[in-house]
């Protein structure tokens, strides 16, 4: 059986969870294996030194999580347990380029129509707060600091002016590869190319004026051409990148 102690399933918590989670860590670490029998009623009522409807109890929790089934007559058996559906981008690997440009071209498509929302309906504050962004990028320029966090900020601040909460949800959502990673600047695999932050403060300066003066398709214009800019950087990077690894190969 299990490494809990009876001692532990008799503390002040829930006899009937104590027993159920016991029964899972066998369950899930590989001690009972698919098909096999668990023990008896008795024989946990023994084991556990708690009644049958407590055992029940138990076993229905392991049911309701599809760990384990009830046979009429002949006892309770293990079940494959189920994985967790993968969530999307959960694979996401901004360390290889690959997966970089994948990204870029979503977002290409995404971004623009955020730009373009943006344009036609941001509020008063929301233009404070995009300025402030955009700055933000220019300090980190200046300083010669990641730019990461302050280049998705910018993004983030134009999505939320759409005043469609689903545009600043999908970019959290697709966080962990939406701008890859500054501090590896130059440095494959995964890096952003050498010449990245020489063209970032003015193509998004671009797309910030169009935005403030209300142009929607000039906003389009401009975050389609920065993010395609970024994408055909991304390229150049990969195939160099690809030849280099060939000819190590063939020395």
């Known amino acids: 059986m299990t490494a809990t102690t009876h001692e532990e399933v008799r503390d002040g918590r829930s006899l009937a969870s104590k027993i159920s989670a016991a029964l899972r860590q066998d369950l899930l670490g590989g001690v009972f294996r698919p098909g096999d029998r668990l ?11 708690v009644s049958r409807t407590v055992v029940r109890e ?33 694979d996401l690997a ?16 995404f971004e623009v129509e955020s730009a373009g929302l943006a344009a036609s309906r941001r509020s008063a504050a929301q233009i404070e707060a995009i300025l402030e962004a955009h700055g933000k990028v220019a300090q980190c320029l200046a300083e010669g600091a990641p730019t990461r966090d302050a280049d998705f900020n910018l993004h983030f601040a134009i999505a939320e002016a759409t005043q469609n909460r689903r545009f ?15 501090d590896l600047q130059g440095s494959p695999p995964g890096s952003r190319p050498k010449d990245y932050n020489l063209h970032l403060q003015e193509e998004h300066g671009l797309i910030v004026d169009a935005i403030i003066e209300g142009d929607a398709e000039t906003a389009r214009a ?25 000819a190590a190969r063939e020395a």
């Not at 901004?94 to 498509?109: A, C, G, K, P, Y």
């Open 39 to 49: 023990p008896s009623e008795s024989e946990l009522t023994r084991e556990y030194s």
């Open 58 to 90: 138990a076993i229905a929790i392991l049911r309701a999580d599809g760990l384990v089934e009830a046979r009429k007559g002949a006892g309770v058996f293990a079940l494959q347990a189920k994985t967790e559906p993968q969530r999307p981008f959960d």
């Open 94 to 109: 901004t360390q290889r380029i690959s997966s970089v440009i994948e990204l870029l071209e979503l977002r290409t498509v």
């Open 168 to 182: 600043p949800e999908f970019l959290q959502l697709i966080r962990q590869g939406i701008i890859p990673r500054g």
């Open 222 to 246: 401009h975050m389609r051409s920065h993010l395609r800019g970024s994408l055909e950087r991304y390229k150049v990077l990969l195939r160099s990148q690809t030849s280099a690894t060939s």
